[in-house]
């Protein structure tokens, strides 16, 4: 997949010294009254600052010196206020990126079941390094402290959604689809789409893609075990099931946050 979002204008150069200014396209316009409109969101302006800054990096894959000032400028902060939030997070990058970023969980249960043989074997195969991109656009790669996802280790995240019980092979197998524009449906949630498509997402912008929220298994059995377990002590106590009135959290689209409340 190739892509042409490397060019552009220089950013602003009076910006928080602590982020480094690589080149970038100008931000757009419409940038700032987007901004607006998420800070329009909050009782408290200041509160709106880390989707502000998800937007900035869905026009210009990262967060830039032109969009820290942008952002600052609009809640009435300093500079080095908003480059230090964009610097602590790690979901805020400091240069571009590719099309899809691909993170590799080698903490402790990963690692343990091949995270860092997956790692080894991504980086010899695209030929790039943590936090590096391929040559033409398509995948950064990057080395993931945890995905929260011990259940279904070892685990790549994908702009976000799992890819649950990889091995070398199949990771290789998937990166290669992401470069070929033919990207596979994660194991869990919505369908992949760009990095740029997902920070808009996190800006708190709709998803316009047709039941995308609904297009993916949600939890499986493995997340699911504790509750299993619990059900089956409360039938044996002769409680009645909560099995009664828990929804099914495995039916593609539930949410835990969405489940009413259980009564016994």
């Not at 480059?83 to 805020?92: C, D, E, K, L, W």
């Amino acid at each position: 997949m190739a892509s042409s979002r490397r060019t552009g204008g220089n950013p602003t150069a009076a910006a928080s010294q602590s982020l480094p200014q690589p080149e970038s396209e100008p931000l757009p316009e419409r940038t700032r009254a987007q901004l607006r409109e998420i800070i329009a969101r909050y009782p408290k302006p200041r509160s709106a600052l880390l989707p502000m800054l998800h937007l900035v990096q869905s026009e210009q894959d990262y967060v830039s010196a032109e969009g820290v000032g942008l952002c600052a400028e609009e809640l009435g902060l300093t500079q080095a206020e908003v480059g230090a939030v964009a610097t602590f997070y790690t979901m805020y990058k400091r240069k571009p990126g590719g099309d899809y970023l691909v993170g590799v969980c080698t903490n402790t249960l990963c690692a343990i079941l091949g995270g860092d043989a997956i790692l080894a074997e991504l980086k010899d195969h695209l030929g790039i390094g943590d936090n590096e991109t391929t040559p033409d656009g398509a995948v950064t790669l990057e080395h993931i402290e945890c995905n929260a996802a011990c259940d279904y280790a070892p685990v790549i995240m994908v702009n976000w959604e799992f890819f649950d019980n990889q091995t070398p092979a199949s990771a290789r197998e998937l990166v290669d689809r992401l470069r070929a524009g033919d990207p596979p449906p994660p194991t869990r949630g919505a369908p992949l789409c760009t990095w740029r498509e997902t920070e808009r997402i996190l800006a708190g912008f709709p998803d316009e893609r047709p039941n995308s929220a609904d297009a993916g298994p949600g939890a499986g059995p493995a997340t699911l075990a504790g509750l299993a377990l619990v059900r089956d002590q409360q039938a044996g106590a002769g409680k009645r099931p909560a099995a009664a009135s828990t929804p099914d959290l495995a039916r593609p689209g539930a949410h835990p946050a969405s489940a009413p409340e259980t009564r016994t």
